[in-house]
T-cell receptor
C-alpha cells in the first residue's frame, strides 16, 4: 500500500465549477500537508500548506485536513481554464522528506 | 519557482553515457533536495544535501547515481552509464533550513536516454 493515495483522474469540469481534489494517507505520523500545482513540463508550485485539522482558505483555494480520517482535500472555487494542471498533494513528518501523491490531472473546459 | 535554477532543461544521452544535472539554489538557501518524476507518476525523493554534506540519500539508486553540493557552485546530480529507465524529469528543490515547510522547486531537467 502506498503511503499517499491520489486519484490520477483526469478530472474534467466546466468553467466556473467547484473542484474537489483528494488524497488519503496511511501514516498517522504525517503532520504537514501541502498542495502543489504543476503545469506540463514545469516544476511544482506550492499552492497551500497546512499542519492542523480543519480548513485553510486562500483566495479561490481551500485546503481541508481531516487527520482522524487521514484524508486531505483541495477545493477550487470558480474554476478557470488556467487552473488546468496536475495537482499534487504532499505531506511529511516533522523532518524534511516530502512524500508526494501521484497527482490528479484537472481539465477546466471553457 | 523563481530563483531555483536548473540546467540543462533538456538533455539527451545515449545509453552508457553520463548525465550531469545542475541546481543553483535560491539566494539564502543552503538545503537542496533532488526528486525524480517518471511519466504519469508523482515525485520520488532521491537525496537531501546541505553544503558539502549528504544528509539522506535513501532514495538514490545504489549504483550509477551520485550527488554533491560543494562549498562553492551548484549542486550536481550525476548519473553514470545511463540506461533507458533513467529517462525522467529530475527536479531540484531548495529551502533555507531543514525544518522549513516551504521548499521551492526548480523547473526541472528532462533527461531522455536513447
Amino acid at each position: 500500500q502506498k503511503e499517499v493515495e491520489q486519484d490520477p483522474g483526469p478530472l474534467s469540469v466546466p468553467e466556473g465549477a467547484i473542484v474537489s481534489l483528494n488524497c488519503t494517507y496511511s501514516n498517522s505520523a504525517f503532520q504537514y500537508f501541502m498542495w502543489y500545482r504543476q503545469y506540463s513540463r514545469k516544476g511544482p508550485e506550492l499552492l497551500m500548506y497546512t499542519y492542523s485539522s480543519g480548513n485553510k482558505e486562500d483566495g479561490r483555494f481551500t485546503a481541508q485536513v481531516d487527520k482522524s480520517s487521514k484524508y486531505i482535500s483541495l477545493f477550487i472555487r470558480d474554476s478557470q481554464p488556467s487552473d488546468s494542471a496536475t495537482y499534487l498533494c504532499a505531506m511529511k513528518y516533522s523532518s524534511y522528506k516530502l512524500i508526494f501523491g501521484s497527482g490528479t490531472r484537472l481539465l477546466v473546459r471553457p | 519557482n523563481a530563483g531555483v535554477m536548473q540546467n540543462p532543461r533538456h538533455l539527451v544521452r545515449r545509453r552508457g553515457q553520463e548525465a550531469r544535472l545542475r541546481c543553483s539554489p535560491m539566494k539564502g538557501h543552503s538545503h537542496v533536495y533532488w526528486y525524480r518524476q517518471l511519466p504519469e507518476e508523482g515525485l520520488k525523493f532521491m537525496v537531501y544535501l546541505q553544503k558539502e554534506n549528504i544528509i539522506d540519500e535513501s532514495g538514490m539508486p545504489k549504483e550509477r547515481f551520485s550527488a554533491e553540493f560543494p562549498k562553492e557552485g551548484p549542486s550536481i546530480l550525476r548519473i553514470q552509464q545511463v540506461v533507458r529507465g533513467d529517462s525522467a524529469a529530475y527536479f531540484c528543490a531548495t529551502a533555507p533550513g531543514n525544518t522549513g515547510n516551504t521548499i521551492y522547486f526548480g523547473e526541472g531537467s528532462w533527461l531522455t536516454v536513447v
